[in-house]
């Protein structure tokens, strides 16, 4: 049994894995509490045209994409604890320098440096999670894991506005920052078995940057990723042109107990027979809740959307993650969740800009009816994902 073992040598709950959920969580929480307020702190508090705001969302996103293929070789040449603990100083330092800047411009250098430490955090703490679930309890292990994301997807922003609007913005990066480094403290409680590091000799090859036998799956989460960006950027503000303002708050609330409801299952039926099992149906039900969020007149079938919607993209997320893992090799793990990773933020980030000139031209119900369409073709995209490199 390994020291850090709560049960059995086959337990998944151990000290390591509560540890780097605790600290995914609460990086988590601080990235989302500042993405869905800085935008608006830019146009209200600075003057800022809509075009500058959204800097804000795309330096620290392109930031994030431009770490991550370096990610795979310094793992490999520095271990997996020395660069998260690495990756949570520059995160958490970057949410302290927010305090004490006041202008645009450096806080565009501010949110760069912070999306560095954020695609450097989120490469090395599920590469360390792959490594140290059990290979029998995979699925399970990676659900549970992004189920931490889950949670801070939904705190974070609410924590972000109510104390935006009840507080102050200067309280707002105090709490943000507070986050990080109750994140790092957990990275700092990690502890991680030894690892051999990498020597090579001048001009020696390094490995490549990218991982090629999981470009399809890294396509096809983006192609979903694009249809949820959609409800990440606009399902607020469409839930007040429909009269809801007030119901929208538990939107991610209920999105969230149909996760906790469903991931243990979902999970274990992951493990005992195979990925299409789950991710099939899982579409179906997100292509549901996209078209009912459409046709949305209501606060019961506005739930209804959230349920559907929670249950479809919230199980397909870590699926995909899962297949990544199982379909690359374990040495390669930290490149190719980079490489996953960064081609689906190529599709968050478009799909918030695509679903922007959208609702310049049609409603946010026919966007919604859109994107439930699009969503169900994305039956055929798993359909040739999975054809060639076999997830079952």
Known sequence: MHSNSLWTSNSLWTSNFLFISAANFFFIVAYFALLVTLPTVAI????????????????????AIIIRPLMGPWIETYGKQFMLIVSLILFTTASFLYVFFDSVPLLLIIRFIHGLGFGMATTITVAIVANIVPESRKGEGMGYFILSTNLGMVIGP????????????????????????????????????????????????????????????????????????????????????????LESSYFFVVYVVILLLTRPLTSRWY????????????????????????????????????????????????????????????????????????????????????????????????????????????????????????YV
Not at 274 to 284: D, R
Not at 356 to 368: H, P
């Open 44 to 63: 209200t508090h600075y003057g800022s045209t809509s075009t500058v705001a959204g800097l804000f969302t795309t330096v620290y996103i392109g930031a």
């Open 158 to 245: 609410f924590i972000g506005l109510t104390t935006l609007e009840t507080f102050s913005l200067n309280l707002l990066f105090w709490v943000s920052a507070f986050c990080s480094l109750v994140a790092f403290l957990f990275a700092l409680m990690t502890r991680l078995p030894k690892e051999d590091v990498v020597k090579r000799s001048v001009g020696e090859k390094r490995a490549a940057l990218f991982e090629k036998s999981v470009l399809r799956i890294s396509i096809t989460g983006a192609f979903f990723g694009t249809a949820y960006a959609s409800v990440l950027s606009f399902m607020a503000v469409f839930a007040v042109e429909q009269g809801l303002g």
């Open 271 to 390: 493990d005992q027979y195979g990925a299409n099992t789950i991710i099939f149906p899982a579409i179906v039900s997100f292509a549901i809740g996209m078209l009912v969020l459409g046709l949305t007149t209501n606060a019961i079938l506005f739930f209804i959307a959230a349920a559907f919607i929670g249950g479809g993209w919230g199980t397909l997320f870590p699926s995909f993650q899962t297949v990544v893992l199982e379909n690359s090799e374990p040495k390669r793990h930290p490149v190719a969740l980079a490489t996953f990773l960064s081609v689906f933020d190529i599709g968050i980030s478009g799909g918030s800009l695509l679903a922007g000139v959208l609702v310049g031209v049609i409603s946010f119900s026919s966007l919604y009816i859109f994107y439930s369409i699009y969503i169900a073709v994305g039956l055929g995209v798993y359909y040739w994902a999975q054809k060639k490199e076999s």
